[in-house]
């Protein structure tokens, strides 16, 4: 059974930085193609970020890229998404997600493991 545990959000001023971590406990999930979702109150829930796991190249929504950085440490088996530039439309509950493969792009019902969820607010 796999378990994704989010860590890392909290309050933060605009312009400031986080950086959330998901550890992946129960199986390796070294070579999976990962991502981090978000979902905004009263929003649906979209997609931030992804890393492929066949090359590892990384996809993000338009809205963050330049500020938004997805990497992974095999070592401890932990995906990371380092948030610079914050400002309040980044205010979310973050999730991290493991597909069932290594490649990208992935279908919806192929995010089969989600941690559940760290809060990230961003104050103007």
């Known amino acids: 059974q796999v378990q994704l545990v989010e860590s890392g959000g909290g309050l933060v001023q605009a312009g400031g930085s986080l950086r959330l971590s998901c550890a992946a406990s129960?199986?390796?999930?070294?070579?999976?193609?990962m991502g981090w979702f978000r979902r905004a109150p009263g929003k649906e829930r979209e997609f931030v970020a992804a890393?492929?796991?066949?090359?590892?190249?990384?996809y993000y929504l338009d809205s963050v890229k330049g500020r938004f950085t997805i990497s992974r440490d095999n070592t401890p088996n932990t995906v990371y998404l380092q948030m610079n530039s914050l400002n309040p439309e980044d205010t979310a509950v973050y999730y991290c997600?493991?597909?069932?493969?290594?490649?990208?792009?992935?279908?919806?019902?192929?995010?089969?493991?989600w941690g559940q969820g760290t809060q990230v607010t961003v104050s103007s």
């Open positions: 997600a493991g597909s069932v493969g290594t490649w990208y792009p992935i279908r919806e019902n192929e995010w089969y493991y």
């Open positions: 890393l492929d796991g066949s090359d590892g190249s990384t």
């Open positions: 129960g199986r390796t999930l070294n070579r999976n193609t």
